[in-house]
């Protein structure tokens, strides 16, 4: 599954955007405030809703108010989000709309839609929608000839602020539902700390990095035990990245937890986390989350530079990269122009604050960027240099 347009209406400072064409790597650039933090929070804030509801989602922003854009309050929230998935072996381009508003002040979805086209012509169908806590999935998605012959199954929801997606999407009768929701369910929007990913940690059941990194540890030894040909890989990219790290390992302690230790050629005692270096252990998160074995249909990571030398960021992209030519998807947000030299100019979008408002563009629908690319300059050098700043496609 791949995500290839969002439209993002009343949603703090996205009054109304839309960005088509989102390739499988993609990296947003921007002044600090423009809203990049705010772009990945919509992948949180679903996430949130299909987890709790959208009342409870909400109220983690500081409730409705807060979330709508300044002066939208008596307008909805409208995410669409377009996504390209295989739907019994045939790939469809789906589109999910939800609608969230207030009613006698509390938050409701107004509308939730699930719908794609079957044939190359005709409209989509709506295979799931609801309104206001009531509404209809069908059963039969691919098995129909004619609208007569839809089987449609109609539904009360207990609250008009649970999404539809969250039971239905349980059920593989439901199928483009049921895609959706793993796909939300799976998707990691990274808030890595490394205090957090420092220190012994309980020696508990984990196959996939945390947001916060916080289970580094248990992962590593998951992966060391379960899929040690990947464990090799990730400490083969370790080496290359790092200098001088030659082994790591996730080893007990004395009262039952785990830590992680770190070889360095240069010394005969490996040294524990706390340490190594911030950049270290940044560099082994990420790759733990890159060389995941069951990968995350798409990745958020914001600034990935931070903590880490300049020199490595080039590498770090192609990884990224990498990661997505392997079928992920991946979402990043930077202010670093070394690691920008690294993206390909397709995969670059800015965004831009007027008035409070942003608005995105894409770096190719500039025809100055795309000459300045081919004649030799890196996207990193352009960016450090304003060249991005009030071209205009």
């Given at each position: 599954?791949?995500?290839?347009?969002?439209?993002?209406?009343?949603y703090?400072?996205?009054?109304n955007?839309e960005?088509k064409?989102?390739?499988?790597?993609?990296v947003?650039?921007?002044a600090n405030?423009?809203g990049k933090?705010?772009?990945?929070?919509?992948f949180?804030?679903?996430?949130?809703?299909?987890?709790?509801?959208?009342?409870?989602?909400?109220?983690?922003?500081?409730g409705?108010?807060?979330?709508v854009?300044r002066g939208?309050?008596?307008?909805?929230?409208?995410?669409e989000?377009k996504f390209?998935m295989?739907?019994l072996s045939?790939e469809?381009l789906?589109t999910?709309?939800?609608?969230?508003g207030?009613h006698?002040?509390?938050?409701?979805i107004?509308r939730e839609?699930?719908?794609?086209?079957r044939?190359e012509?005709?409209?989509?169908?709506h295979?799931?929608?609801?309104?206001?806590?009531q509404?209809?999935a069908?059963?039969?998605?691919?098995?129909?000839?004619s609208?007569?012959?839809l089987?449609?199954e109609e539904?009360q929801?207990?609250?008009?602020?649970?999404?539809?997606?969250?039971?239905?999407?349980?059920?593989?009768?439901?199928?483009?539902a049921?895609?959706?929701?793993s796909?939300?369910?799976?998707?990691?929007?990274?808030d890595f700390?490394?205090?957090?990913?420092?220190?012994?940690?309980d020696?508990?059941?984990?196959?996939?990095?945390s947001p916060?990194g916080?289970?580094?540890a248990?992962?590593?030894q998951?992966?060391y035990?379960e899929h040690?040909?990947v464990?090799?890989e990730i400490?083969k990219r370790?080496?290359?990245?790092?200098p001088g790290v030659s082994?790591?390992?996730a080893k007990?302690t004395?009262?039952?937890?785990?830590i992680l230790?770190?070889?360095d050629q240069a010394?005969?005692d490996?040294?524990i986390?706390?340490?190594?270096?911030d950049?270290?252990?940044?560099?082994?998160?990420?790759?733990i989350?890159l060389?995941?074995?069951k990968?995350h249909p798409?990745?958020?990571?914001?600034e990935?530079e931070?903590?880490l030398y300049?020199?490595?960021?080039q590498?770090?992209?192609?990884?990224?990269a990498?990661?997505a030519?392997?079928?992920g998807?991946?979402?990043?947000?930077?202010h670093?122009?070394?690691?920008?030299?690294?993206?390909?100019l397709?995969s670059?979008f800015?965004l831009?604050?007027d008035?409070g408002?942003?608005?995105?563009?894409?770096?190719?629908?500039s025809?100055?960027?795309?000459?300045?690319?081919?004649?030799?300059d890196?996207?990193?050098y352009?960016w450090?240099?304003?060249w991005?700043?009030?071209?205009?496609p």
């Amino acid at each position: 599954m791949k995500i290839v347009s969002i439209k993002i209406k009343n949603y703090r400072v996205f009054e109304n955007i839309e960005i088509k064409n989102i390739p499988a790597f993609c990296v947003m650039i921007g002044a600090n405030g423009t809203g990049k933090s705010t772009l990945f929070d919509i992948f949180g804030f679903l996430r949130d809703a299909l987890k709790n509801n959208i009342r409870q989602a909400l109220q983690i922003r500081g409730g409705f108010n807060e979330v709508v854009t300044r002066g939208k309050q008596n307008e909805d929230i409208e995410i669409e989000l377009k996504f390209r998935m295989e739907i019994l072996s045939t790939e469809r381009l789906v589109t999910y709309v939800l609608v969230v508003g207030q009613h006698r002040q509390k938050p409701i979805i107004k509308r939730e839609i699930l719908r794609y086209k079957r044939g190359e012509y005709g409209s989509p169908f709506h295979f799931l929608d609801f309104q206001h806590g009531q509404g209809y999935a069908i059963k039969n998605e691919e098995d129909f000839k004619s609208d007569e012959e839809l089987e449609r199954e109609e539904q009360q929801l207990e609250s008009a602020d649970i999404l539809a997606l969250k039971g239905l999407g349980q059920f593989q009768r439901f199928k483009a539902a049921n895609a959706f929701r793993s796909l939300i369910e799976n998707w990691h929007v990274s808030d890595f700390h490394i205090s957090d990913a420092r220190g012994s940690k309980d020696a508990l059941y984990a196959e996939h990095l945390s947001p916060t990194g916080d289970n580094m540890a248990v992962v590593a030894q998951y992966i060391y035990q379960e899929h040690p040909e990947v464990f090799e890989e990730i400490l083969k990219r370790m080496q290359a990245r790092v200098p001088g790290v030659s082994k790591v390992e996730a080893k007990n302690t004395e009262d039952g937890r785990l830590i992680l230790k770190f070889q360095d050629q240069a010394f005969k005692d490996p040294f524990i986390d706390r340490y190594v270096s911030d950049g270290t252990m940044k560099m082994f998160a990420y790759l733990i989350l890159l060389f995941d074995p069951k990968p995350h249909p798409l990745l958020c990571v914001e600034e990935p530079e931070n903590q880490l030398y300049p020199s490595l960021l080039q590498k770090l992209a192609e990884e990224f990269a990498s990661y997505a030519h392997r079928g992920g998807q991946v979402f990043v947000s930077t202010h670093s122009p070394y690691f920008l030299n690294a993206v390909p100019l397709d995969s670059i979008f800015w965004l831009i604050k007027d008035q409070g408002i942003t608005k995105i563009q894409k770096a190719t629908d500039s025809e100055t960027l795309i000459n300045l690319v081919e004649a030799g300059d890196l996207p990193g050098y352009l960016w450090n240099q304003g060249w991005f700043e009030g071209v205009a496609p």
